[in-house]
């Protein structure tokens, strides 16, 4: 057994070849062969991607035999790292097991079973769920449930979120109208947007700009993200969230928080949400739940979640929800994170990891604002045009693996695993400040 396939994947990274190596560039023609391209032509020259080959907890190895440090944790999404082993364990034994059931007609038990860990995690008795395959598929069932609920097809959304790409969450993201734009003609009409607060004054006016929407009277639910995740990790002031819920309930919206970016312990708690006060009515949870299988949900107040209670057949399901592998998955995702008390070792790292990378860039004019909440951190670059981009390949190439957000891709963003180890974490400092040196 080489050292690599020992590790428990708290390796430094060992860049043998400089990235894109050869083996990475084959397979990106290949790609460009057969996927759709999305967006604009690349610039001509080398490409800045890497293809992935294998991962173990912090680490991952690209086809060429690089490793790096996972400091993206695919988007947020692996709160335990790559492959982790009470993860994989469970996997092996579900396996053997069963693959598929058949929905909740006839339901397979880890499915039931993950309903009664997520339901408990509300933070109300007798809450109820529905299991989904996305984010952006919890976010559907979130929207559908405030029309049944409330009767109201309208949406309260807020600039620079993120929700994702199904046309009910389309039409609610407020991040890059190029999203939108192309299919505003088959987006909901009924969906309005606040700006999303960063300061107390600014907090004020978006407080106002909501109550004039919700005074519209056609709002059934008003969304939002705790801390917004792709819109560059930015977190509303105190008491922001309540004075909010306060308004929906008045207006007889539900609130609904997205936690698929920020639940589960990214934000240095279970649910960011009610970490600051507020109970939602419907609360969305995705990315991490599965520990890198696809499985989402939502979960919500028993007298809200009644309302999909009909005459007639209503139902939000799909194929593969709740499948029995990614249902076990999720159990097991969950119990390693009350065990190993993650959400609060991400706050705690978090907040060092925030503190060092503030104290390496005080009086820099390089990094505008250094944010962060758990293990969620960015790093706003403020107005130069790409520099997240430039510095997100610095890092690739220094062994780091990293993602970009905010409205021009202006903010750095790091979601490591949140039991990655501290000083492989804390080891990237240096480097994120040797790379931003470096940038023009
Ligand atoms: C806050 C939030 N909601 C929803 C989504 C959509 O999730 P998915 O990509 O799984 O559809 C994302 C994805 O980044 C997200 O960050």
Excluded at 48 to 66: F, L, P, Q
Excluded at 250 to 277: K, M, P, Q
Excluded at 314 to 327: E, I, S, W
Aim: charged residues 15%; proline residues 7%.
């Amino acid at each position: 057994m080489t050292n690599e396939t020992a590790s428990k994947g708290d390796l430094p990274p060992a860049i043998r070849v400089t990235p894109p190596g050869p083996t990475s560039r084959t397979w990106l023609i290949r790609h460009a062969h057969v996927a759709a391209p999305m967006g604009p032509m690349l610039p001509p020259g080398p490409p800045s991607s890497i293809v992935y080959a294998s991962g173990r907890g912090s680490n991952v190895t690209d086809v060429d035999g690089n490793r790096y440090v996972d400091l993206a944790g695919g988007f947020g999404a692996l709160l335990l790292g790559h492959l982790h082993p009470s993860v994989q364990r469970v996997l092996g034994l579900q396996s053997e097991r069963l693959w598929q059931a058949l929905g909740d007609l006839y339901p397979a038990d880890a499915k039931i079973a993950l309903l009664e860990r997520l339901t408990r995690l509300y933070p109300e008795p007798n809450a109820l769920g529905i299991l989904a395959q996305s984010g952006s598929d919890a976010v559907s069932a979130a929207l559908k449930t405030a029309v049944l609920a409330t009767g109201k097809p309208g949406v309260l959304a807020f600039g620079a979120a993120y929700h994702g790409l199904g046309y009910g969450p389309l039409a609610a993201c407020g991040l890059r109208e190029s999203y939108r734009a192309p299919f505003a003609e088959q987006l909901s009409p009924r969906v309005s947007f606040a700006a999303y607060p960063t300061t107390a004054e600014s907090a004020a006016e978006s407080l106002e700009s909501c109550r004039a929407h919700l005074a519209r009277g056609d709002v059934g639910a008003v969304l939002i993200e705790p801390v917004l995740g792709r819109g560059g990790v930015v977190a509303p002031p105190p008491g922001y969230l309540a004075e909010l819920a306060g308004l929906a309930r008045a207006a007889g919206a539900l609130f609904v928080a997205d936690e698929i970016w920020t639940g589960l312990g990214r934000a240095g708690s279970w649910l960011s949400a009610v970490a600051d006060g507020v109970v939602p009515d419907v609360i969305c949870l995705g990315k991490g739940l599965g520990g890198g299988l696809p499985v989402s949900a939502v979960i919500g107040r028993s007298s809200v979640m009644q309302s999909w209670r009909r005459e007639a057949e209503v139902v939000h399901t799909a194929t593969f929800a709740g499948a029995p592998l990614a249902a076990s998955a999720a159990i097991a995702t969950l119990e390693v994170l009350g065990k190993e008390k993650l959400p609060q070792r991400a706050a705690e790292l978090g907040a060092r990891y925030a503190a060092e990378l503030r104290s390496a860039f005080s009086g820099s004019e390089r990094v505008r604002d250094v944010r962060g909440r758990g293990l969620m951190v960015g790093l706003d670059l403020g107005e130069r045009p790409g520099a997240a981009s430039r510095l997100m390949k610095g890092l690739l190439q220094a062994g780091y693996v990293t993602s970009t957000g905010g409205g021009r891709r202006e903010v750095l963003v790091l979601t490591p695993p949140l039991n990655i180890d501290e000083a492989v974490l804390l080891g990237s400092v240096p480097v994120i400040v040797g790379q931003i040196a470096k940038l023009s």
